[in-house]
Nanobody, 119 residues
Framework: QVQLAESGGGPVQAGGSLRLSCAASKSMYWSINDMGWYRQAPGKQRELVAVVFHGGDTKYGDSVKGRFSISRDVAKNTVSLQMNSLKPEDTAVYYC????????????WGQGTQVTVSS
């Protein structure tokens, strides 16, 4: 199994910055492939924010390109999201995501951290 622990959310004014961090702990024999962040605003579906694939490539949601930056420490099983130029529409619960594998692939999610951007 893989457990994810997020930190770094909170309130911020529009135009400000926040950094989210996520640390993964895993059971023996499990490996972690992709890691990233999704978010869900009230009344909306969960959407991709950014992901780092196992090979190191990254993918960003269209609404955050150029403003957010994802980084990953493979050795430490951590992933961080630097969020700049925040907008009120970035307000959401942000979830850390990891794809683990042990014979088969399984998606794991953190409990979520609230980010609230005020105008």
């Amino acid at each position: 199994q893989v457990q994810l622990a997020e930190s770094g959310g909170g309130p911020v004014q529009a135009g400000g910055s926040l950094r989210l961090s996520c640390a993964a702990s895993k059971s023996m024999y499990w490996s972690i492939n992709d890691m990233g962040w999704y978010r869900q605003a009230p009344g909306k579906q969960r959407e991709l924010v950014a992901v780092v694939f196992h090979g190191g490539d990254t993918k960003y949601g269209d609404s955050v390109k150029g403003r957010f930056s994802i980084s990953r420490d493979v050795a430490k099983n951590t992933v961080s999201l630097q969020m700049n130029s925040l907008k009120p529409e970035d307000t959401a619960v942000y979830y850390c995501y990891a794809q683990g594998s042990y014979y088969s692939k399984t998606d794991f999610w953190g409990q979520g951290t609230q980010v609230t951007v005020s105008s």
